[in-house]
C-alpha cells in the first residue's frame, strides 16, 4: 500500500512539473527616482525570445499598443536582441533620460506589444545640476497690455535646463512695477497711464541648486482706445500625431512654437493619437504660453491664437475662429484652417511611368479633397464677402500641390507634369490669394517645399502642400518663411521606418509654412 501510494504521489508530481510555468513578472527596484538615479527593471517567467522587451511609457498609456514607448531595451540590456533569456534584470541608466513626470514599465514579447507582466508604475523626480538655465528667446516680447485693464502672461515654457530632471523657478528682476512675475512664470498686473510705450523688464530663470540665468522682456503699453498692432504672423504647421512621433515630442513642439515666433497658427494632426497622452495641442499651447484656442471638432484641425478668440464655428472639415487684434480701435481677423483628405494623392501619380497630365487629375478626383474645399468655400462665403472689412486667412494641409507650382517652367521638378490642382485653382477661383506666390511668384527658385523634411529622398516627391492663403484689403503679406527647427535625421521614402528621426528636433514629417502681414491703414 505505501509503494502503490508512492508511486501515485510521483506520477502526480512529475505530471504536475510538465505543465507547470513560472509565473511571468516584473518588478522595480523604486517606485520613485531622482532623475540621475538608474531605473532596475527585473523580470520572469519570459518565454525566452532573443527580442522579448521592457518598455517604457506615459503613465496615459493603457495598452502598449495604443502608445509610443519612451525609453527600451531587450531582456539582454542591450538594444541589439540577443541572449533568449527568461529571467534577469536590465538597467536604465539615469532614469532613461526621462523628464520628471510618472510613468508605467511593461515586460512585452518578440518586438511587439503582447504584454507578459505589467504594467508597473513609477515616477521620476527633479534633481539639482550645475547647469544654469537657458532661455530660447531673449529679448522677447508678449502680447500688448492696455493702460488700466488687467493683464495676464506666461513665460515659464520660454526657459528650461540643460539639466536632466532640474526644475525652474522665474522672478522679476527689474522693470516698471506694474508687473509681477511668480514663481511659476505667471504675470499678473494692471498698467496705470503712466506705462504707456514699450516697457522692457529683465526676468530670470533659477534652477534647483540656485544658478540663475537673466532674459529681457518687452510687452507694449497702449493708452485706452490707442491700441496699434502693425503686423501678425499667421503659420500653418502639421504636427505629426500631435508631436506624438519624437521623443519628449511635446517640449519640442512648444519650442519650435516660441522660436518661430508666429502669433496665430492653424494646426492639422493636433491630437497626440502616438504617444498615448491624446493631448489637443493647442490646448497646451495655449495654457503653457498664455494664449487662446479653439475647441474641439471639425476633424483633426485646431487653432492657436497670441491673440484672444471671440468666435469659434466649423465648415465641413474646416474650423474657423475670429479673432481680436485690438479692442479700441477695433481690429479682426477671421482664419480658417483645415486638413483635407490623404488618399490619392497627385505626386504619386505623376511619378508613375506612363502618367500623364490628364491621368494625374484624374487620380487627383478621386479623392475627396475637391469635394471639401467646395464645401469650405460655400461655408465661409460671407466671411469672404466681408473680407475688405476683416481680413480672412486660411491656413492648411491641403495633401495635395498647388496650379502655382506645376507650372511649364517648373516642370522638370515635378516628372514633366504641368497639372491644374483642383484646391487651389479653386480657392484662386474664389478670390483668395495664396500668400506665399505674391511674395516670391516663382516656383523655380522658391520651391518651398514642405513635404518632406524627412522623407526627402530623391525616390519621394517634394511639394509644397501646406498653404497661408488670404483675402481683403486691410492686409498685405510682407515676409513669408518655410520654417523647421533642426532636422537631424533625414532621407526617407514615405513607408521607410523613421525609428532614428524619433530624436529629431523638429517635431514633424511637413515643414510649416510662416506669413508675416501688415495691417493696412
Not at 495633401?399 to 480657392?427: F, I, M, Q, R
Not at 524627412?454 to 501646406?466: A, C, K, L, T
Request: with cysteine; net charge negative; charged share 10%.
Amino acid at each position: 500500500m505505501i509503494k502503490t501510494l508512492t508511486f501515485i504521489t510521483g506520477c502526480i508530481l512529475a505530471l504536475t512539473g510538465a505543465t507547470w510555468a513560472a509565473p511571468k513578472t516584473l518588478t522595480l527596484n523604486q517606485s520613485s527616482y531622482p532623475a540621475n538615479t538608474p531605473i532596475v527593471a527585473t523580470f520572469s517567467g519570459g518565454p525566452g525570445n532573443n527580442n522579448d522587451w521592457i518598455g517604457i511609457f506615459p503613465s496615459t498609456v493603457t495598452t502598449p499598443s495604443t502608445g509610443t514607448y519612451l525609453a527600451w531595451l531587450y531582456t539582454n540590456g542591450t538594444q541589439t536582441p540577443g541572449g533568449n533569456l527568461k529571467n534577469g534584470s536590465v538597467t536604465f541608466p539615469n532614469a532613461a533620460g526621462l523628464p520628471p513626470g510618472n510613468y508605467k514599465a511593461w515586460f512585452l514579447a518578440n518586438n511587439g506589444y503582447t504584454v507578459l507582466a505589467g504594467p508597473k508604475a513609477f515616477s521620476v523626480t527633479s534633481v539639482g545640476g550645475p547647469t544654469p538655465p537657458v532661455w530660447l528667446v531673449s529679448p522677447f516680447s508678449l502680447r500688448h497690455a492696455v493702460q488700466a485693464q488687467a493683464y495676464t502672461g506666461r513665460i515659464g515654457a520660454y526657459a528650461y535646463d540643460p539639466d536632466q530632471g532640474d526644475a525652474l523657478t522665474f522672478a522679476k528682476v527689474s522693470g516698471p512695477a506694474w508687473l509681477s512675475v511668480s514663481s511659476t512664470g505667471e504675470l499678473t498686473g494692471t498698467p496705470s497711464a503712466s506705462d504707456s510705450g514699450t516697457n522692457t523688464f529683465v526676468v530670470k530663470a533659477v534652477d534647483m541648486l540656485g544658478n540663475s540665468t537673466n532674459a529681457t522682456l518687452t510687452i507694449p503699453v497702449f493708452a485706452t482706445g490707442q491700441e496699434q498692432v502693425s503686423q501678425i504672423k499667421v503659420m500653418s504647421y502639421n504636427l505629426f500625431h500631435g508631436w506624438g512621433q519624437m521623443n519628449d515630442g511635446q517640449n519640442k513642439g512648444l519650442d519650435s512654437v516660441i522660436l518661430s515666433g508666429a502669433d496665430i497658427i492653424g494646426t492639422q494632426e493636433t491630437v497626440d493619437n502616438a504617444s498615448g497622452s491624446n493631448a489637443y495641442q493647442v490646448q497646451t499651447i495655449a495654457n503653457q504660453l498664455g494664449w487662446y484656442y479653439s475647441p474641439t471638432g471639425a476633424g483633426d484641425s485646431g487653432i492657436a491664437s497670441r491673440y484672444p478668440i471671440v468666435n469659434t464655428f466649423t465648415v465641413g472639415v474646416a474650423k474657423g475662429v475670429r479673432i481680436r487684434i485690438c479692442t479700441s480701435p477695433l481690429r479682426e481677423v477671421v482664419l480658417v484652417n483645415t486638413h483635407l483628405d490623404y488618399l490619392y494623392y497627385g505626386p504619386y501619380a505623376a511619378k508613375l511611368a506612363g502618367s500623364t497630365n490628364a491621368s494625374v487629375l484624374t487620380e487627383e478626383l478621386r479623392s475627396q479633397r475637391d469635394e471639401q474645399i467646395a464645401a469650405i468655400i460655400s461655408g465661409i462665403s460671407s466671411y469672404l464677402s466681408a473680407a475688405n472689412t476683416t481680413p480672412v486667412f486660411l491656413t492648411g494641409d491641403f495633401n495635395c500641390p498647388s496650379h502655382l507650382d506645376w507650372t511649364t517652367a517648373n516642370s522638370s521638378a515635378h516628372y514633366g507634369k504641368v497639372v491644374e490642382w483642383p484646391v487651389t485653382k479653386a480657392l484662386a477661383n474664389a478670390g483668395m490669394t495664396d500668400s506665399v506666390r505674391q511674395l516670391y511668384p516663382n516656383p523655380v527658385t522658391n520651391p518651398f517645399i514642405t513635404w518632406s523634411p524627412i522623407y526627402s529622398s530623391p525616390n519621394e516627391p517634394q511639394d509644397r502642400i501646406d498653404f497661408v492663403l488670404h483675402k481683403g484689403t486691410g492686409v498685405t503679406p510682407v515676409a513669408a518663411q518655410m520654417f523647421t527647427t533642426p532636422v537631424e535625421h533625414s532621407g526617407y521614402v514615405y513607408g521607410d521606418s523613421i525609428t532614428a528621426t524619433r530624436d529629431n528636433t523638429w517635431p514633424s514629417d511637413h515643414a510649416s509654412i510662416i506669413v508675416t502681414f501688415q495691417f493696412n491703414p
